[in-house]
T-cell receptor, first 118, second 110 residues
Framework: NAGVTQTPKFRVLKTGQSMTLLCAQDMNHEYMYWYRQDPGMGLRLIHYSVGEGTTAKGEVPDGYNVSRLKKQNFLLGLESAAPSQTSVYFC?????????????????FGPGTRLTVL | TQLLEQSPQFLSIQEGENLTVYCNSSSVFSSLQWYRQEPGEGPVLLVTVVTGGEVKKLKRLTFQFGDARKDSSLHITAAQPGDTGLYLCAGAEYGNKLVFGAGTILRVKS
């Protein structure tokens, strides 16, 4: 199993350009997430999805859009990139743990995409 | 959105020393997860604590969940250079999202 993969790994954009980040998981997880990580700020949730065809806003959704047309893929789009969107972007997938202590299970993260907007 | 405060932000210690990282919130979480992240990689889960007052041990790492499920701590005994990394706590809101603390950068010098 490849787990969670992200493409591309690195990208440099000019202000105003658009791009799409692709996340794929092969673990049949229902939940998928997009985070951004900036120095000193931990991981902040951008958008997430609880199943195929669904999306929801996270903590910092402005300037981003997402789509989950297939269960295994979660796309993050930047329509008009701004320097404030320079960051490292992580995708993650997860599941609902059943059993004695039901709840949100482990999040499996991809290797990240380092985006620079000039 | 519930907030998680992690302390200290940065810790630099000598090999063999003990350390504790704290994760605090004014809100209650259904569970709390601890992750470790190395440079250039995504975070990897260390442990999940679910029950108030729960203590879990993972070799030299001890994790504790507060009785009220608002805070947690990570204690490392006899730290080694291989423990170096970014440690993140994450609280599960009653639902299907996590809220992450800002992280503690640990550097263990040999």
């Amino acid at each position: 199993n490849a787990g969670v993969t992200q493409t591309p790994k690195f990208r440099v954009l000019k202000t105003g350009q658009s791009m799409t980040l692709l996340c794929a998981q092969d673990m049949n997880h229902e939940y998928m997430y997009w985070y951004r990580q900036d120095p000193g700020m931990g991981l902040r949730l951008i958008h997430y999805s609880v199943g195929e065809g669904t999306t929801a806003k996270g903590e910092v959704p402005d300037g981003y859009n997402v789509s989950r047309l297939k269960k295994q893929n979660f796309l993050l789009g930047l329509e008009s990139a701004a320097p404030s969107q320079t960051s490292v972007y992580f995708c993650a997938s997860s599941y609902w743990a059943s059993g004695g202590a039901p709840g949100l299970g482990e999040q499996f993260f991809g290797p990240g995409t380092r985006l620079t907007v000039l | 959105t519930q907030l998680l405060e992690q302390s200290p932000q940065f810790l630099s210690i000598q090999e063999g020393e003990n350390l504790t990282v704290y994760c605090n919130s004014s809100s209650v979480f259904s569970s709390l997860q601890w992750y470790r992240q190395e440079p250039g990689e995504g975070p990897v889960l260390l442990v999940t604590v679910v029950t108030g007052g729960e203590v879990k041990k993972l070799k030299r790492l001890t994790f504790q969940f507060g009785d009220a499920r608002k805070d947690s701590s990570l204690h490392i005994t006899a730290a080694q250079p291989g423990d170096t990394g970014l440690y993140l706590c994450a609280g599960a809101e009653y639902g299907n999202k996590l809220v992450f603390g800002a992280g503690t950068i640990l550097r263990v010098k040999s």
